[in-house]
């Protein structure tokens, strides 16, 4: 079996991608963009066990903003724009991609935890 085929990994990544609680799937985790509600109103599953601490940030480094450099640095090579055209462009697409990762990235950490019963 795949992974995609790995019906655990499907919940996670479900649960975290909606932002969805991992046990009911019925509300959602976040109260706000990133900061986690103390119990799901809908089961009252209590997220004190959940601590993905620097982890969204290091992954929405890792996994979006990596590969965007490549992309800022691409047009500075292909294009050798002015400084104000990475100002307009290379800017908000790092900032925006990194910032937008950050809620699927900690929602898949939190769903993880409590999949796998980390504590």
């Known amino acids: ?3 995609i085929g790995n019906p655990r990994l499907r ?3 479900a649960a975290g991608w909606h932002g969805r609680c991992p046990a009911c799937g019925g509300a959602s985790m976040f109260d706000g963009w ?3 509600v103390p119990r799901c109103p809908a089961c009252g599953l209590d997220y004190s066990f959940a601590h993905a ?3 969204p940030a290091f992954f929405a480094l890792c996994i979006t903003a ?3 450099t490549f992309v800022a640095v691409w047009i500075e090579v292909t294009f050798a ?3 104000w055209v990475h100002a307009l462009v290379s800017l908000p697409i790092l900032a925006i991609g990194c910032l937008g990762s950050l809620r699927p990235f900690k929602g898949w950490l ?3 935890q409590y999949v ?3 504590a």
Do not use: R
Request: no cysteine; glycine share 8%; net charge negative.
């Open 53 to 55: 601490d620097d982890g």
């Open 116 to 118: 796998n019963e980390a």
């Open 34 to 36: 990133l900061t986690l």
């Open 66 to 68: 990596f590969p965007l």
């Open 1 to 3: 079996m795949g992974l």
């Open 11 to 13: 919940h996670i990544l």
């Open 81 to 83: 724009p002015p400084w």
């Open 110 to 112: 939190v769903a993880s």
